[in-house]
């Protein structure tokens, strides 16, 4: 099968209702192209504004799945293989089949020793998803991560962009019910 046509069919359930995305259907939003080409000025060469570019990817498409990572591949001229392990190599992209909130709890040393552990088995409890899944309504994924750079706060998680620091467990359990009534609140508007 050519790439072009290749089904995208994430890891997540809730995306399994025929998400099908052809990778040369997709290109950067005028904006997002003018970015992209101020960012190439400020890299000696195109790979070395890889990581970059992908963050712009990312913000424009919502995600990165394999149509996402072979449009930047062809548009920065890259082996489609480099793409991918760079994107796969790194935990902060945004991959296709990540639920609405993307949780991911610091396992690293500080954090560890401060009970990343506990946060990890409380999110698992409450949202009935072990590191690695995503909630069949799609809304969250946990996940795992080495040091996040905040190890004076720990034990510390990120939300999508945000930082959630010197948890205790009942943090968790608030956090969680305010991104339940969050991508509840989104489903019903
Ligand atoms: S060890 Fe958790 S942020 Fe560094």
Same mark, same amino acid.
């Given at each position: @099968?050519?790439?072009?046509?290749?089904?995208?069919?994430?890891?997540?359930?809730?995306?399994?209702?025929?998400? =099908? *995305?052809?990778?040369?259907?997709?290109?950067?939003?005028?904006?997002?192209?003018?970015?992209? $080409?101020?960012?190439?000025?400020?890299?000696?060469?195109?790979?070395?504004?890889?990581?970059?570019?992908?963050?712009?990817?990312?913000?424009? %498409?919502?995600?990165?799945? /394999?149509?996402?990572?072979?449009?930047?591949?062809?548009?920065?001229?890259?082996?489609?293989? %480099? /793409?991918?392990?760079?994107?796969?190599?790194?935990?902060?992209?945004?991959?296709?089949?990540?639920?609405?909130?993307? =949780?991911?709890?610091?396992?690293?040393?500080?954090?560890?020793?401060?009970?990343? $552990?506990?946060? /990890?088995?409380? *999110?698992?409890?409450?949202?009935? =998803?072990?590191?690695?899944?995503?909630?069949?309504?799609?809304?969250?994924?946990?996940?795992?991560?080495?040091?996040?750079?905040?190890?004076?706060?720990?034990? @510390?998680?990120?939300?999508?962009?945000?930082?959630?620091?010197?948890?205790?467990?009942?943090?968790?359990?608030?956090?969680? $019910?305010?991104?339940?009534?969050?991508?509840?609140?989104?489903?019903?508007?």
């Amino acid at each position: @099968m050519p790439w072009q046509f290749f089904p995208v069919f994430t890891s997540s359930p809730a995306n399994w209702t025929g998400r =099908i *995305i052809l990778a040369n259907t997709i290109s950067f939003c005028s904006e997002t192209m003018k970015q992209y $080409e101020w960012l190439l000025t400020r890299y000696p060469t195109r790979r070395a504004a890889l990581l970059p570019t992908l963050r712009l990817a990312e913000s424009d %498409f919502g995600e990165l799945g /394999v149509p996402e990572m072979r449009y930047v591949a062809d548009l920065m001229e890259i082996p489609p293989a %480099f /793409v991918f392990g760079v994107v796969t190599f790194y935990t902060h992209y945004r991959r296709a089949g990540t639920g609405k909130f993307h =949780i991911q709890v610091c396992s690293t040393l500080s954090c560890a020793l401060r009970g990343s $552990e506990d946060v /990890v088995s409380r *999110i698992t409890e409450r949202l009935g =998803i072990k590191p690695g899944e995503t909630t069949p309504c799609g809304h969250f994924t946990l996940s795992k991560v080495e040091c996040l750079g905040s190890c004076d706060t720990a034990p @510390m998680l990120q939300c999508n962009d945000d930082y959630h620091e010197d948890l205790s467990l009942e943090d968790v359990d608030q956090l969680i $019910e305010q991104l339940r009534t969050e991508a509840e609140g989104g489903q019903n508007g």
